[in-house]
């Protein structure tokens, strides 16, 4: 098994920023498939930003040149940094780990960003 907890959410102003954090525990070797997904409300979850294979990563095309995603292996640590954060930013941001059939394998609890004024 594998954990993953998020941190770092909270109230920021539009075009303020964050930089969320996930701890990745348990059986896990490397940080190769790692990826931050977000759910608005009302609205489906969406894949954010990812790293692929441990040397592609991917972002939505909302979130190019505004966030950043990044690993520390030593330890074991995945960050999302976020800069420029507008209103329509505002959700429930999860961690995740691996791929199963294409889709997460791991997921997070989930932290919560809200930007507004």
């Known amino acids: 098994q594998v954990q993953l907890v998020e941190s770092g959410g909270g109230l920021v102003q539009p075009g303020g920023s964050l930089r969320l954090s996930c701890a990745v525990s348990?059986?896990?070797?490397?940080?190769?498939?790692v990826g931050w997904y977000r759910q608005a409300p009302g609205k489906q979850r969406e894949m954010v930003a990812a790293?692929?294979?441990?040397?592609?990563?991917k972002y939505a095309d909302s979130v190019k040149d505004r966030f950043t995603i990044s690993r520390d292996s030593a330890k074991n640590t995945v960050y999302l940094q976020m800069n420029s954060l507008k209103p329509e930013d505002t959700a429930v941001y999860y961690c995740?780990?691996?791929?199963?059939?294409?889709?997460?394998?791991?997921w997070g609890q989930g932290t919560q960003v809200t930007v507004s004024s």
């Open positions: 995740t780990q691996g791929y199963l059939g294409g889709q997460p394998r791991y």
């Open positions: 790293v692929i294979a441990g040397r592609n990563t």
């Open positions: 348990g059986r896990v070797n490397n940080l190769y498939d």
